[in-house]
């Protein structure tokens, strides 16, 4: 006669060890991601800090922001004179206290030929250059800009961010027609005046805005982001947000939100500095 062999299976006890032993392992995960996307937005915030701190201490120390500084001579690798040498611009717009046009939108890629010309777009690349040159910022190659031929990239003549992408400078008037679709999306106008960040995917190409995904920042990274340096709110104070429709939630009668139930990267921050 054949024995039938038996075979032995899980108990429901085993099962449910498992079953928490994985789920265990699925939070570690997730929280594990939490605590690096929070480190990366801290370290973000971080990084906009000392790019204030360095344009201050260049302000205090040559009277003038860096990139609408006339003293060419006293930058290292600049020519002698004003208006002569890799950091030539003209001296009508040198020194007016604004960096680049005075109604740049910040997201449009000025940067594209801007660095080979001597307008006041040349600017917003002269700033990372002379904080690069006077050794007040770190992390860029102030030999590139404000010519790199190749770029400019982030990473190297530009700052990146742990997100990706990078920051570009400018001016910002608080018009809203200088900001287009950039302002309309959080549902209010930017009024951030003067001296600006803009948190970009790329500093030349318009790839930033229109395409759902496209841009830098998740809405609940630029909502932990903005809570952390600002009031956390996406229309007011010193940060605000522009992008596409899903970055904030407009259904809140009192004042629009961080869509932050979002997760496509719809979102770009501005960051008023020095102001």
Not at 161 to 181: C, E, I, Q
Not at 234 to 239: R, Y
Request: with cysteine; glycine share 16%.
């Amino acid at each position: 006669m054949t024995k039938l062999r038996q075979q032995k299976g899980f108990t429901l006890v085993e099962l449910a060890i498992v079953l928490v032993i994985i789920g265990l392992l699925i939070g570690g995960i997730l929280k594990g991601q939490e605590l690096m996307t929070n480190a990366r937005a801290t370290a973000t915030v971080v990084q906009f800090k000392a790019v204030e701190a360095a344009m201050n201490t260049f302000l205090d120390s040559r009277g003038a922001l860096p990139g609408d500084f006339d003293g060419n001579n006293q930058i290292p690798g600049c020519g002698n004179t004003p208006g002569s040498g890799p950091c030539s611009i003209p001296d009508a717009t040198a020194h007016n206290g604004i960096i680049g046009d005075p109604n740049w939108p910040l997201t449009q890629g000025q940067y594209s030929g801007a660095l080979a010309g001597g307008l006041e777009k040349y600017e917003p690349g002269l700033f990372w250059f002379y904080l690069a040159a006077t050794g007040l910022l770190s992390g860029i190659d102030g030999t590139s800009l404000p010519a790199d031929p190749a770029g400019p990239f982030f990473g190297k003549d530009l700052p990146e961010t742990k997100f990706g992408g990078g920051m570009l400078v400018g001016n910002g008037d608080g018009a809203p027609t200088r900001y287009g679709s950039r302002a309309a999306a959080p549902g209010g106008n930017v009024t951030i005046t003067g001296t600006l960040l803009s948190l970009v995917v790329d500093p030349v190409a318009l790839n930033d805005i229109g395409t759902p995904g496209a841009m830098l920042l998740k809405p609940t990274v630029a909502a932990q982001i903005d809570r952390k340096a600002d009031d956390g709110l996406p229309g007011g104070g010193a940060v605000q947000a522009f992008g596409n429709a899903g970055c904030v939630d407009n259904t809140n009668m009192v004042q629009s939100l961080y869509n932050e139930g979002n997760t496509s990267r719809d979102c770009g921050l501005y960051v008023g500095i020095g102001n």
